[in-house]
């Protein structure tokens, strides 16, 4: 043990008036993070079915947020192709089929999967929920979704369906439970912004300046 | 960072007659506390929201060492590093010989109080290393040579004119005076160290021993890019922010953009876990947490050990009457306002902050709006007991709570006593009831009237009502 730990877990132990916690409230400190309880859920992050998804529409245009509601992913190209306009720099995707193979040579778009850089334009992703109760993405990191494309592009595209928006944060939880947690979860609520000039709240600081949400 | 704690009286002077600063604290008064009320409004279960916060705060403390030692076996598990680190000078070294293993020349920064703390900046540019701040407001201090003066909105002391100035001169730009084109420009120059950064310093709001995992909360996607494009990912945070679990995470995430912008929620909040993984396409290669103590672990059990709570949120400042006169560098150090008056004297020593504790009229608007109950003027009182105790308060302020206390020992003598000076002060009032000038309250008097007693003292009203309620058998 490294000296410095050593010492600093010594000093909270003496400031405790105890040493080393005993075995069983250890396993019980253990238990309360193996099963985590939640603690109160406000009403309105308990919201299901439409009224949650109104909720989210509400909370993610209060942000600043773009909303744009779909029937089919088919609709994407030609609401993307407004949103380039004539730029031709490309549409950066992650390697997820349904997004890939969507007819985009017709929209003449050019598309690109890798990760973001420097300079590019627009990305399109999707993510694994939408929390109602502040209109938050939820997104994860991984092979086929690096996380450079939620930040460095100047717009952020992201697919959501319906079906995935939850109420609340906890919800959001269990869901990155599911599987091993990866390197970046993102909760994302709006565009990038700043207020550090005179507290004056201006839009697109580092990330993002737009956040479009396509509601499926 | 250079101490003028000492010098606070003269700092404070001299903020309230700075007509810029003053100008630019107006933005701070006009806006956070009215947007706090605002969004604490929208959530009725706000207050009960507070009250489990603190109590899995006093929970994390009660049981720091366990949780601590849980958190880094996480890390490690997920194939992190975790480096332990007493003071400022341990974890400067750590966050250096970290550098220098991997070759960096340049580390971009996301904004983090712990490194203003532990003197970060100064220290790696002493040993060839160039910081490079991402928050806008840390950027446009550091071109300045400034530091901040507010926790979460570190340039609050500045005006548009300050930051057309200084980016024109280090950009070698024209000078702009659209707020808009002036973030465009540093967006534009960022972009270029965030990309060519070898190492990635960002804070961490909370860290989660349940998973291994450490969050940080931002509005401008800094501190966010800050982690994810360089190579090494070196997260540098304080033992004490430890939320047990992601579900508690939840009731904080709640509290924290609340209580500091009044905002719903802030618009980045990024867990990160580890390096990246097996197959990922991006993010850091190496994942360091440097745990820094600095003082706290001595806090545990000790009359402070409330102050460990603290979110950092900012609240208690902006809504303090001291900090919205004289903003927050006349506190002279890392931390203003009432939580600054707190934990700067534990940080730097009494001697030094000994005038912070005492730049307070406890008017207790800062613990009403603490999201985790912190008693912040029970604690500044403790400071002040301390310094009584150690005869380090001034000397007539020490005589006159001496002469106080002794004659609340003698009630009679007392009673005489206030008689005496209430039928004093009347008669110096005269019919205006105020006094202009008092012999031993002039740092009042030389400001404003001092008004004269109205009616009989307390005590003298007591004993009548007593009387009454005899006379009448007890009915008011």
Known sequence: ???????????????????????????????????PQRNLVPQRAQAQGQAAIDMFVAMATEAAAEIINISQLAQIPAYIGNLIDDDSRPLLLPQEPELTSLDWATANITTATRVAQKGDLISLTTCIAGVAETGTLVLKSGPTSPTTLNLLPDIHCVVLRKEQIIGGYEDAWDLVRQAKLPRTVNFITGPSRSADIEQKLLMGAHGPKRLVIFLL | MQIKSPQFKDNARIALADANLQQALDNLKSGFPGKRAAAIGRLPEFDQLRDQAKNIKNHAIENLDFYLETFASKVQDNGGHVHWAGSSTEACQTILDICRSVGARTVTKGKSMVTEEIGLNEFLQQHSVTPIETDLGEYILQLRDDHPSHIIAPAIHLNLPDVSEVFAEKHGTERKHDPQELMQEARDVLRQHFVAADVG???????IPETGSTIIVTNEGNGDLTQTLPKVHIVVTSIEKCVPTLDDLSLFMRLLARSATGQECTVYNTLSTGPRQTGDQDGPEQFHVVLVDNGRSDMVG?????????????????????????????????????????????????????????????????????????????????????????????????????????LARHPRLYQLGSNIAIKAMRLIGGKRGRLHNLPVGRGWTLWRDLPAPEGNSFQQQWAQQKHRLSDTGGNP
């Open chain 2, 201 to 207: 310093i960002t804070g961490a709001n909370f860290y």
């Open chain 1, 1 to 35: 043990m490294s000296q410095a730990k050593h010492l600093i877990l010594s000093r909270i132990r003496k400031g405790l008036g105890r040493g080393a916690l005993p075995m069983e409230q250890q396993q019980r400190l253990h238990a309360r993070m193996a099963q």
């Open chain 2, 302 to 406: 000790d009359d402070l050990q409330d102050m460990l709570r603290c979110i950092r949120c900012s609240a208690c400042m902006n809504h303090c009457p001291v900090y919205s006169q004289i903003g927050g560098h006349a506190y002279g150090w890392v931390y203003p306002g009432p939580m600054g008056s707190v934990l700067t004297p534990k940080m730097i020593g009494i001697h030094n902050a000994g005038h912070l504790p005492n730049a307070s009229t406890f008017c207790g608007k800062c613990e009403s709006v603490c999201p985790v109950h912190i008693p912040l003027p029970k604690l500044m009182r403790s400071w002040r007991e301390t310094q009584h105790r150690q005869q380090t308060s001034p000397a007539t302020a020490r005589l006159a709570i001496s002469g106080w206390a002794w």
